[in-house]
């Protein structure tokens, strides 16, 4: 058989599952499904524009430089490319979709390279599964649907592998002509431009956005984001001295970020990522929790409510203020990692009240669309900046299906993670500290290599980055967020900070 037989035949098999699965999403304006169509008639033309590439450019790879050749072989057989084990593959993934965009679209780039990457994220359950049959669907129904772990639930490799594709992301990758761009800053710019940031707050499209972004930045690295249940912190004595911000994890929570998987990073707008946490704000409580599982329908959990103690929105705004630097500002909160390891809990919380939804109210998710809030925001205005897709769009269960959740640890086990134990006391895991998991590191792993006690961030460390703070001035921030709850135990000195350079954003 040849190529052009197999292109044609799988030409007309994604079409008509394509149309298959429209009749699936919940749609109830035919402009919308005739809008969804041109969207999934652009991915169908991108396979098989991948599919032309690959026979041109196999033909003529000789003449290609060495970091071309490298990235063939992350080709599939269908000739697109794809995400492996070997995180070289992300970075050859993002330098052929920049330099596609680039060719396509030389004055759009960075829109079409997002667009690319959505249509990726989309794609990820429904457009190839049926190539194989029924029994092929069933098998990889698992591997396309994602499971998202809290992040003290990752093995370790896991996390390494995690932080390293992010790593990849975060650095220049190379084009043809010699020039060179950074992926994670393009994803991360997606959520600065005031028109992004009008259409992804302040209605009933945060939930649904969000989930979008989230998906975005695991079509660009190929793994499921974890999550930070920032419920585990908040029932310690201390929140600030969980290990979550120790080199183990997420790196120092005081000053510069100059140690840990996300040391030295420059974002976009050319400054430091720095963090004082415990500073304002609040982590999410267990009773905020709760409080939100009180309802069984969208409304009063969406902004604008009456209710803004129980609004997810609000109270999703709380960790932002409470970690500062970077992620305490709209403009700027993407640009730290841990920004999307937080909306992961965001999203899981909405996952769960979905559920209840179902189970509790018999109510469908997917058409309790609250239509209030901002122009930006109407059910079948578009969801900005994400090509085609509708607000109404972010709610259906296709997108949730994309995804599921390893419930967040209990007690008495924890999940049997080295990094939490149960308090008795309220019945709830907690985090361990700093100082217990150092403690906990043995002679034996530490004389066998095993363990690095140098990667546990120590209370003299902490006390030297909170000195570092006070001899920095004002950082450059856009708008901060906003919090219906304040810690008591917050000490109240959030960072001085001056508005934003203005810039053009990249998308």
Known sequence: MTIKNIVC?????IKDHIIQKLHQIEFVNPKVMKALQSLNSLVLASIVGCLFVNITTVKGQNSRPNHIQNCQQYRDRRGRFELTGNDDSVYCLQQNLYQSALTSSPFNVSIVYVEALLQRALSRCST???LFGRNARQRRKRSCSWERKEVRMLSRSEWRRFTNRLNILK???RLLGGNSFIPYDIISDIHRSDVNIDAAHGGPSFLGWHRVYLLLLEAAIGMPVPYWDSRLDYDMTEPTDSVLWSDEFFGPGFGVVDSGPFAGW???????????????????????????LQYTNHDPVVEPTQFPIRSIELIHGGPHVWVDGQLSSLQTASQEPVFFLHHGFVDYIWYVFRKQMREVGNINPASDYPNKGPTSHRPQGHMIPFGNLRNIQGYSDFLESLTRYQTSPTCPSCGRSRYLECDQTINRCKSKTRRQ???????????????QPENIVSLADVSSGRRQLENMGPIYLGEKFKSPYTDRRTRG????????IPRQTLV
Do not use: C, E, W
């Open 9 to 13: 035949g799988y030409k007309k098999l």
């Open 128 to 130: 190839f599964n049926f």
């Open 171 to 173: 650095r220049p990758v």
């Open 266 to 292: 420059i974002t976009a707008d050319n400054i430091s990522l720095v963090r004082n946490i415990g500073s304002r704000g609040s982590l999410i409580s267990d009773a905020m929790f709760n409080d939100i």
């Open 437 to 451: 998991f150092q403690n906990s590191i043995s002679l034996a792993d530490v004389s066998s290599g095993r363990r």
């Open 493 to 500: 000195d959030a960072l001085r900070f001056l508005p934003l």
